[in-house]
DNA sequence: GGATAAGATGAGTGGCGACTCAGGTAAGCA
DNA sequence: TGCTTACCTGAGTCGCCACTCATCTTATCC
């Protein structure tokens, strides 16, 4: 999930941290957006405040490191669908999928933010992959494109985090969406 | 376009210090968002910090102020393309007037945030009239509701925001979320 | 023009939060 | 088992920012 394998692995105990500390930060991220403070993640994760900055020099490096598994985390949950999924429907799926999680878990704040270039990069390539199917399939008009979809993507997620909307309303939002994508 | 009128009228150059104040406000808080500093408003409208709090006595009335201010004006552009312009084409162009206002003024930033209840019942009314006339006219399908629009109109918004789209992308964009709407 | 009080000023004050570091603890290894 | 050193600890530093207040200024009214 993280760790691309530096010089040296890490101590069993360092590890152990490292994850508890992602793991709160997950949880505090989410209840006080991206200005609760590190103090409280320290405090969460059970672990005193200089533990967390030698893991994440920075507050930005944690919440980047956050933000990268959870993109990571979406875009094979998107993979699975554009290989074994139906795909008329794949790309409705995934679409439903991540507004729901974001809904339920605040953290997606700023998923499409800028310093995740790459990470950002294949989750376009996998909902490109979504969409081509679909379309292949008489699912989607053929004009549409994937930044479409992708501005799409991020509006929904970031208004069914800013509203809270309930699931009724989710669904009615959605529905028009799906509707203006699929071919007639 | 504010002061509901107290017992004693301000004093002439506290109104101007109000309004340069305001004016200050929106140009700060657009470019730094809502975390920009009471400090680099007050500087930027050429007063002292103090004079800042003396108009708003937090931070949070400042910024609610603003925001009472644009939700008034904006509600007051639907209103106008609710009564004079063509039904049929009348919600289309307010949510693209607003996305591209959006996009370009950052402000708008929390715009359906909750200590406003007042002015945003009034905006979602005047939406509601321009979702009726629309629908009367056939433009849009008869089944859509006031909130789904609503929640539309915030998620393409934040979107805009978060995203920075090119105009190409926001009109594709926007065009997928009317065709969901209109009537075929 | 002078009195009066609303208003402006700007150097504080207090608190909070990101980040540091000197010293202690225990993993990993022979 | 003992050594080495990566790692952990937590009190402390530093800067920023919302907010205050004693003092000065000036709009308003007669």
Known sequence: MSRPSQARPLRADAQRNRAKILAAAERVFAEGGPDASTG????????????VFRHFPTKADLLQALMKDLLEQVTADAAELATTGDPATGLFEFVDRLVRRTAANRT????LAVPLSGPITSLAEVVGRLLTRAQEA?????????????????????GALSGNWTDDLRDRTLAVVFRGLRAE
């Not at 409280?40 to 533990?51: I, M, Q, Y």
């Not at 997606?108 to 998923?111: A, E, H």
């Not at 008489?138 to 970031?158: F, H, K, Y």
Request: charged share 25%.
């Open 40 to 51: 409280e993640v320290a405090r969460r994760a059970g672990v005193a405040a200089g533990t």
């Open 108 to 111: 997606v704040v700023g998923l």
């Open 138 to 158: 008489g699912a989607v008009r053929p004009e549409v494109r994937r930044d479409e979809v992708m501005a799409l993507l991020e509006s929904t997620c970031q």
